[in-house]
Structures are given as C-alpha cells and as structure tokens.
C-alpha cells in the first residue's frame, strides 16, 4: 500500500509540474502577456492638486437625514390623495428615488472618477433597479407586460407599425423625374445622427477601430440574416454598406479615434478651481471636468492567446445580442422608435458598456485581477434577461427560421472561425510545430581511417597532455 500511495503521489507531483511547465511556455507564447503595467497604474498618481472639498465628499449623514425628513414629510404631512393610480406611481418614484440616491451615497466607486463619481455610483444603481425591473417583466404574460408600461405614458401598450426601409431600392428613380432621389431622402431622419453619435460613444468605450468596425459589419451582416423576422431590417444595400458602414459607422469611428487621439496625449494636470486665477482658466477647468481623470490605452491583443482570442469573441458576441435586444424589445413589447424609453435606455447601456469594458480589459490584462468585475456582473444579467424576454414575448417571430441560403453562410463562417481557432492556437503553436529531424551523422575521422574511441575518463586525458 506504501508503494502505492508513493506512485500516486510521484505521479501528482509530476502532473503539477508538468502543469506549471505548459503555463510557463503558454506566459512566453504571448508576445503581449500584459499591455500595460498595471502594478505602475496603482503606483502613479495622476498630477492632481485637489483638496477634498465639500465637492468630493459623501455627506452620508446629510442624505439619511434629508431622505427621513422626506419619508416625515410624504406620511405625516402631505395629505394623501383617494387615487389608487396616482399613489401607486408615487410610491414607485419614492422607492426608486430612494434607492437611486442610496445608490449614490453609500456604493463603492468604480473604476471612473470623472465628471463625480457619484454619476457612476447612480448608473450602477439603476442598473440593478433596471435589472429586477426585468425580472419582474419577465414574469408577466405579454399582454400585462405591455399594460405594466402605461404606468409611465398612457400611449405605450399600443401596436405600432413597422417600417421597412427596403422596396424601391434605386438611388436615382426615373419614373419620379420630380423628385429622383427620393429614395436617399426618405432614409435621412434623426436616426443618421444617432448612428453617427453611437459609434463615436462606441469608439470611446473599445478603444479600438478594429473591434469597432468588426462590430459594425456584422451587425449589418445581421440585419441581412434576420430582416424576414423584424422588417426594420430590410434595407436597400447602399443603406446598409454606405449609409451606415461607410458614412455613418465609420464617420463616427473615425471622430472616435481623434478623440482617443487627444486623450491619449493630452496632459492630466488637476488644478483646485480656486487656485486658478483667471475667469477662462476657471471655465476650462470646468470644462476639462468631463474628460477622464487619468487615461489608459486599450490593447486587446486578440492574438496573443487563445484565451484572449475567446474572450474577444465573447465580447463581440455580447455586444452583437445587446443591439439586436434593443430592436426586439421595441417589437415585443410595442414602444415606438422615438419614444423615449428608447434613448434613455442607450444612454445607460453606454454607461454601464463603459465600466464593463474597463473592468474585462483589466480582468483580461492585470495579472492580479481574477474576478469578475460587479458592473459587469450586472450588466451580462441585464442582457441575458433582455434575451429572454425577447424569447419568451416574441415566440413566433424569433423561431422562424432562417432562409435556407442565409443558414448556410452562417455555418460557412462558423466552420471558417473554429478552422482559423484550430490553426492559429494548436498546429502553429511553438511547441507543436513538427521539428526538422536530426540526421545521424557521426562527427570524426575521415573514411578508412581507424574510429577512435571516445575516453570515458577525460580528466585522466588532460593529465597525460601535461
């Protein structure tokens, strides 16, 4: 029995040192182990000449205060109203503003300072109320769900049109010789600004033209797939490739880029605003409040790693199911595309993207960071519940199936993406590269003369030669 716990335990012992030995040629395989030195991020202090104030503290006390003399005030004071409706939005608002400004005062900070991170403290906050908003959704049939919206505006609830941006697709129409391009002109609305605007938003928060662009493509390549579910997107094929890839997508990546530009070199010196001396000093400053407190230039490094290269994936593919959520909930659960519950809620998701994507970039990159980061956490329960909900209320739609030819090229790129995985991180890894053979060629005497036979002892040849 000794000998054999002894062979289990030689044999343990060999596993973790064969597993430290593949982590340690895994470490050197990456060219880009990690792109920024993370231990001088926490050591380097941003140039910052700021004084706590009454500006940056949590005045935890004062809000207890304020929000008891507030819930005095709403139950001993007010005199209630004998309106069922009308008091039961103004205990949800309570409820809400109370826990929004909880949110505000006692959560921990994120990893954003700028403009206050008290902003950041509240869109987390509102992140978990919208989240449990969606469970409770989820949890209703259609029909009560879509009842439940007109708590915030009477015309929600209602079935709305869906616009199909295809049919006459000819950018210049000579049966209409009034007015040819009528076709362009009817897709200009206030929807080429927003796009122009999200991807500059976009841009900022990836830090990258590469997955920006990457994203950009494949959601059109989307739009193609999924156009005879939601006719929101069919669309001519100059609207998709040079309305919004070209103009519109790759306009506001391209400001994105300047403006990560200017960021990266700009200079992070933080005066106190009395400390300045002139009227424009003073205005510059507040201006420069709303830029970030330090910078940190985003290097994915896609293919450093296999685990780098999946985790790139999972980020387009989270990213990807984020937009197409927002078209889907708006269908399922009828809120018209200018409503707006529709910016409101891309204004948060760019909040919370913004965290998300700096918490995974410091997962992905710092050595000492090892879990997952809590904007995160919530935000990929928030998707995960969208998704569902899409699902769940839209049944019908979401299950039909793609047209045949569209199915094939979805599994043409699926096998093209597993065959690339397969190349780029097994046979073309260093230590699987097949080696050229070693010849057997004996080094010595030339031929016909006698072998000389090598001296086991070769300390007692050196002797003889002195």
Known sequence: MDTAFQAVDTAIDRIKREVQLQKERSDNMCQYKTAHNWQEEKEKNVEDTNEPSYFWRAHTVTVLLVLIACLVYTALIEIPE????????????????????????????????????????????????????LIYILHQTPGDARTLLKLFDEELGEPIPEKDYGGNCAVYDLEVPDDPFHNVKDKMDIFIVSHLFGYWCKTLIFRDWWLTTVISVMFEFLEYSLEHQLPNFSECWWDHWLLDVVICNGGGTLLGMYTLKWLSIKEYHWRGLYEIPTYRGKI????????????????????????????????????????????????????????????????????????CLRETFQLLDDPECNKLGRQSWVMLTIIATELLICFKFGWSTITRPLPKHIALWWVLGLVLLIVYTFVKFYLLKPNHIPRPEKENIRVGTPIGTPKRTPNPNPQSERIKED
């Not at 999972?314 to 200018?338: A, S």
Request: with cysteine.
């Open 82 to 133: 004998e309106d069922t409706k009308y008091n039961g939005k103004r205990g949800f608002l309570a409820a809400l503003f109370f826990w929004i400004t909880l949110g505000m005062t006692i959560m921990p900070d994120g990893p954003f300072l700028r403009p206050h991170p008290a902003i950041w403290r509240l869109a987390f906050a509102v992140s978990i109320f919208y989240e449990l908003l």
């Open 284 to 355: 510059k400053r507040i201006i420069a409040q709303f830029s970030p407190h330090a910078w940190i230039e985003f290097q994915w490094n896609p293919l450093s790693s296999f685990e780098r290269w999946i985790a790139i994936l999972c980020i387009i593919g989270t990213f990807l199911i984020t937009e197409l959520n927002t078209f889907y909930l708006k269908f399922v659960l009828w809120i018209p595309p200018e409503h707006i519950l529709n910016p409101l809620r891309l204004l948060f998701i760019l909040l919370w993207g913004a965290v």
